[in-house]
């Protein structure tokens, strides 16, 4: 039969067996893991990973699919959904930068400041029952807007034009905070029907304080003032010299060092080859108000300083890591006092710390700021960025400074009287 | 029958080898229907260092760079992750599904939509007792006062009631666990449960001389959405709180027993109700619209479908109308009185709804249990009108001042009161009254 019927049933068979094995293939894939479960498989082997990546895609699609309106821009939806999954960490360091804020990032690193000329951040804060997060100077920048205006480091942002300044931490819902509490923390007007008065978060301050050429009326907290202070900025982009170096009286230099910029280190060591060749035999450094920056730049300034441990650094699941460096000929090895204060943050804290804890140089001012985070910049291809905390800087004998920031040994007030307290220091005879 | 040769071997060869590349066919187009956009699990970016350098990132039509949500969604994700510090090497504490949840509320608060937002699997269950119109709980009201907890009102025949709790006890903790500064929206999660288990409140009582803790055993508690009383002049007064899945069943009873009474007109209450359900506006609008649309709704590309009042609906003897809306009649209340006013069916008096023009279906997300709650389309008034933003203007317009407010003087439902008894436009009710006559 199967030789007789052989030339009809051939094609005919032929077809057959293609589309069945076809149609079982397809059947098969169909009966493998699903998305979801290969997903879920991943979220088993990588901790928790990938488990609700198909929950997020579920709401875009529905999104795509049903939203009443067009959405013309994509990115948005992309920025919003970075932005507040990074504040949700509730770290006041880690932030999702836009296009435009990573290039004010990007500038900063290189001396150029926006806006109100300083470092602006929130810390949190504590109010009868209410915790909430207050937006704080953290650093003026010489010559910047803010310094014009006569703000310091410290001040607390309290009014911005006609809006008031008030932010939570990420993990308090707005529905159980005391509203009473808010009213009178910033004394906000009694409510009227007419008007309610404008609440504005950190963000939003930000986004108004980094504006050029605008005009702001800010009101601030000082501490030991007991009326809040009103000041009107001017906010214009500002360049700050990474190092400015002079001779003080008595052979004495003096050597300011605002940021760890790019370029930092190699201007600190000519500042320091051109007060050696004026005949300083000792160096005033101050690092108030300097803002921190790269610690690779700060160990290179560091390397015209000292030699071995400047602190460590520690990541998540690693051992701390030495931070160490190696002397960069010559180092300058005459007497050392450096200035302090409350705007001394991060790596300028480390610089202190170390110089202090080597007792290669006395520390002169106020306690520095506390900030003892590593921040990395992880870019995203279209420009923006997110600003994230990956590790903590410790002291080289190992000390945690966050939060407390690094105490000078001569605890003095008053620009003036600090920098006069540290030339009497470096100038008399050591013992 | 003849051996079988050499040639017929070949045959059955390729008939295999065939039917093998066909399966194999198969089995890749099947999978090209469901295969996910691809979700990068080599080269995550590990900082400080990575540059992560992407071939070929999507640019729009403008050839800028576009980030697609799904793709920095889950780079944000990794990263957080593998990298993020927090406070002492902890790492992150949060889950992903609670950084999923925080991106996906970014991500939804950035369409600027406040109606636009996701909820959580307890919201998600919340909603849905709410639209059923029963939960499993106590029947007490709560308010805040200051950080504290009260009891504001004890619901008849309920758990709380046979308890004894009442009106101004301060609930300190539920099952041990202190609710002081809580939102009240957390603490009312917690007393609420499954029917038939039992809840430990600890109450402070003007009394006591320490708190007491008073066990209820959780029960199905339906709210009542409508209120309803006959007022002088036979005018019936119905107050309906919101548009769940009970209320147009209740408004019918409600109507059927105002009509048993002799009502020969209506005051329909919707001042504070925040809406609901479009089916049930639409079905509570049918009862005194006659005929054609109730509302006209329009997605995205200007589509649009018109309800019309629903068949039976119709059902009580017309009476003179009047609804009552102000600044917190959202929603489906808008719907329903809007549809009054532009058809004439009735009188709209008060003051100016919230005008929410807008129209929201809930997607629940099998995954996880949530759902997200997202604005699908506009809506319009019978004639036409798009009330987003302006809300719906009442016919004859009565504020109250923060003095009325305080002395409980309700001079909107005088004013309706009036218009019914004929005070202000002639005599509706005495008209009615005299044809029957």
Redesign the interface.
Same mark, same amino acid.
């Given at each position: 039969?199967?030789?007789r019927m052989k030339r009809a049933f051939?094609p005919v068979? !032929?077809i057959v067996?293609?589309?069945?094995?076809? =149609?079982?293939?397809?059947?098969?894939?169909?009966l493998?893991p699903?998305?979801?479960l290969l997903l879920a498989r991943?979220?088993e082997n990588g901790?928790?990973?990938?488990?609700?990546?198909?929950?997020?895609? #579920?709401?875009?699609d529905? !999104?795509d699919k049903?939203?009443?309106?067009?959405?013309s821009d994509?990115?948005?939806? =992309?920025?919003?959904?970075?932005?507040?999954?990074?504040?949700?960490?509730n770290?006041p360091y880690?932030e999702?930068l836009t296009p435009e804020r990573r290039k004010a990032l990007d500038d900063a690193e290189h001396g150029i400041f926006h806006g109100l000329g300083a470092v602006v951040v929130r810390r949190p804060a504590r109010y009868k029952?209410l915790d909430y997060m207050e937006v704080t100077i953290a650093a003026v920048v010489a010559g910047g807007a803010a310094h014009k205006a006569g703000l310091r480091s410290g001040d607390v942002i309290v009014r911005v034009n006609d809006s008031y300044v008030f932010d939570l931490p990420?993990n308090v819902?707005l529905?159980?905070v005391?509203e009473?509490a808010v009213i009178s923390l910033l004394s906000l007007p009694r409510q009227s029907?007419q008007k309610v008065p404008q609440i504005v978060s950190y963000k939003e301050v930000m986004d108004v304080l980094s504006r050029d050429g605008s005009q702001v009326r800010l009101i601030v907290k000082r501490a030991g003032e007991s009326k809040p202070i009103e000041t009107r900025v001017t906010l214009a982009e500002v360049k700050v010299p990474a190092v400015e170096w002079r001779v003080l009286r008595g052979s004495v230099g003096y050597l300011k060092i605002s940021g760890f910029t790019a370029g930092c280190g190699e201007e600190v060591g000519k500042a320091l080859s051109e007060l050696r060749s004026r005949g300083c035999g000792a160096v005033v450094v101050d690092l108030r108000d300097n803002f921190g920056g790269s610690v690779d730049e700060m160990r290179a300034v560091a390397a015209k300083l000292m030699a071995g441990a400047v602190g460590y650094v520690?990541?998540?699941?690693e051992p701390r890591k030495l931070l160490s460096v190696a002397p960069e000929e010559p180092v300058f090895n005459g007497r050392i006092a450096v200035l302090v204060n409350q705007g001394t943050m991060g790596t300028a804290e480390l610089l202190a710390s170390a110089l202090k804890e080597r007792k290669l140089g006395v520390l002169v001012g106020a306690r520095t700021f506390g900030d003892g !985070?590593?921040q =990395? !910049?992880?870019?995203?291809?279209?420009?923006?960025a997110?600003k994230? #905390?990956?590790?903590?800087f410790l002291t080289a004998s190992g000390r945690d400074f966050?939060g407390r920031g690094i105490e000078p040994s001569y605890l003095v007030s008053g620009d003036d009287r600090q920098l006069a307290k540290a030339l009497e220091l470096v100038s008399r005879p050591s013992a | 029958m003849r051996k079988l040769g050499i040639r017929d071997l070949c045959l059955v060869l390729f008939c295999l080898l065939l039917s093998l590349a066909a399966f194999a066919a198969g089995f890749v187009s099947a999978g090209k229907d469901f295969v996910p956009e691809p979700v990068r699990l080599a080269a995550l970016p590990v900082p400080p260092d990575d540059t992560m350098a992407l071939s070929a990132p999507p640019r729009d039509s403008s050839g800028e760079v576009q980030l697609s949500p799904v793709e920095a969604y889950y780079r944000a994700l990794s990263v957080i992750q593998r990298s993020y510090y927090g406070k002492n090497g902890e790492g992150v504490t949060l889950d992903s599904k609670r950084l999923t949840y925080a991106a996906i509320k970014g991500m939804l608060a950035s369409l600027n939509d406040r109606y636009t937002r996701f909820l959580e699997p307890d919201e998600f269950r919340r909603m849905e007792e709410e639209n059923r119109g029963e939960f499993g709980g106590i029947g007490a009201r709560l308010e805040k006062v200051k950080d504290r907890i009260l009891i504001k009102d004890v619901l008849k025949n309920t758990p709380a009631q046979r308890a004894g709790l009442k009106p101004g006890d301060t609930i300190l903790a539920v099952d041990g666990v202190s609710i002081a500064g809580m939102s009240i929206y957390k603490a009312v999660d917690l007393i609420r449960g499954e029917r038939g288990t039992i809840v430990k409140l600890t109450i402070l009582r003007k009394g006591f001389s320490k708190p007491k803790v008073i066990s209820v055993k959780r029960d199905l508690i339906r709210p009542e959405v409508i209120q309803a009383k006959m007022l002088e002049g036979n005018i019936a007064y119905i107050k309906l709180t919101a548009f769940n899945q009970t209320s147009d069943q209740e408004l019918d009873r409600a109507l059927a027993e105002m009509e048993r009474r002799n009502m020969q007109g209506l005051i329909l209450d919707l001042r504070d109700n925040p809406g609901g359900l479009l089916s049930e506006a639409v079905a509570v609008a049918s009862r005194f619209v006659k005929e054609g649309p109730v509302v006209i709704i329009q997605e995205r590309g200007g589509r649009r479908r018109q309800y019309n009042v629903l068949p039976g609906k119709h059902n009580h003897k017309p009476v003179p109308l009047v609804v009552l809306v102000n600044k917190w009649s959202a929603s489906a209340s808008e719907i329903v009185a809007g549809a009054i006013k532009d058809t004439g069916a009735g009188l709209v008096v008060g003051t100016e709804t919230w005008g929410k023009g807008l129209v929201q279906t809930i997607n629940p997300i099998p995954e996880d249990g949530s759902a997200v709650l997202v604005t699908t389309h506009r809506y319009f008034t019978p004639r036409g009108t798009d009330i987003n933003h302006k809300g719906i203007q009442p016919d004859v317009r009565v504020e109250l001042t923060e003095k009325d407010i305080e002395t409980m003087n309700d001079r909107q439902l005088k004013e309706a009161i009036a218009i019914l008894n004929g005070q202000r436009f002639g005599s509706p009710v005495k008209r009615v009254q005299a044809q029957k006559g």
């Open positions: 039969m199967f030789v051939v068979a !032929l067996v293609v589309l069945g094995s076809f =149609a079982v293939g397809r059947l098969l894939r169909g493998w699903s998305e979801g991943f979220s901790g928790d990973g990938l488990a609700h990546v198909g929950v997020f895609k #579920t709401v875009l529905v !999104l049903e939203y009443y309106d067009k959405i994509k990115r948005k939806l =992309a920025y919003g959904a970075i932005e507040n999954m990074v504040a949700s960490l770290d880690s999702f029952n990420a819902d529905d159980s005391d009473e029907m520690h990541r998540k699941g !985070l590593e =990395a !910049l992880v870019p995203l291809e279209d420009g923006s997110i994230l #905390t990956v590790g903590k966050g | -």
